[in-house]
Each structure stands twice: as structure tokens, then as C-alpha cells.
């Protein structure tokens, strides 16, 4: 069977669980589907885990090949297109440049920077992003 990434279970054993400003990961996980507007899967890979939330939307964890993907689940119900994209090549990778580096603001909407984020605060009060 498939088994998590050393990498991710060294993570977790650091912080437990871990949130920065609007990304969260979770101290659980589950298999990381995506469902469309009729309630019916839309993508139901065996390999991919969802390990957190950023915003609404999924964090998967490709447990083959450890990448990171932003799974946006609710494209359908807006009409609008899968944004869905590989944002990581692992979880290590991808809590030091998304969720505490540079790449933080790529994941959080204006309006949401625009509502206090004090998490984009201190990044930016620390030279982080």
C-alpha cells in the first residue's frame, strides 16, 4: 500500500498541525476527491490525500510522488475553469515558500488581504514574503 512521505510525517511530528493566516493543514487526512455540481466525482485519484484546506479550497499530497497540488474544489459551480495546479514538489518545499515564504500571497484572495490578514502582516514585517 501507499504510505506518506517521510518528509510529511517528519513535518508533522515538528508541529503537529500547522496554520498560517488562511491555509491550514490538518492533523487527519482523507482521500482527496473533488466533487462536481450534480454530487458526482469529478477526480478520484488513489494517490492523492487531502492534507489541509487553503481558503475552501483542498491541499493534496501525491503520495507516489510527493508533490503538492491546490485542488480548486468549487470551479464548477461558478462556471468557471479547473485552476486546479501541481504548487509543490513536497510538502517541506511547500510550508517553507507557500505558507511561511514568498509564495504565500499566491494562495489568498485580495479581498481576503484586503479583510486584515495578520499572517501576510508578518511575513511582510519580516522580509518572509
Not at 485542488?71 to 515558500?97: H, K
Amino acid at each position: 500500500g501507499l504510505s506518506l512521505p517521510a518528509a510529511v510525517i517528519e513535518l508533522y511530528r515538528l508541529t503537529g498541525r500547522a496554520q498560517a493566516g488562511d491555509i491550514e493543514l490538518f492533523g487527519t487526512f482523507d482521500k482527496g476527491v473533488i466533487v462536481d455540481a450534480d454530487g458526482e466525482v469529478h477526480r478520484d485519484d488513489e494517490h492523492w490525500v487531502r492534507i489541509g484546506l487553503i481558503g475552501n479550497d483542498n491541499l493534496l499530497i501525491n503520495l507516489i510522488t510527493g508533490e503538492v497540488m491546490f485542488a480548486d474544489q468549487y470551479f464548477w459551480r461558478y462556471g468557471e475553469n479547473d485552476a486546479s495546479r501541481i504548487v509543490a514538489p513536497d510538502l517541506l518545499t511547500y510550508f517553507d515558500e507557500c505558507m511561511t515564504g514568498p509564495r504565500y500571497r499566491e494562495f489568498v484572495t485580495d479581498e481576503e488581504l484586503e479583510e486584515e490578514d495578520g499572517w501576510y502582516r508578518f511575513l511582510q514585517d519580516n522580509n518572509f514574503a
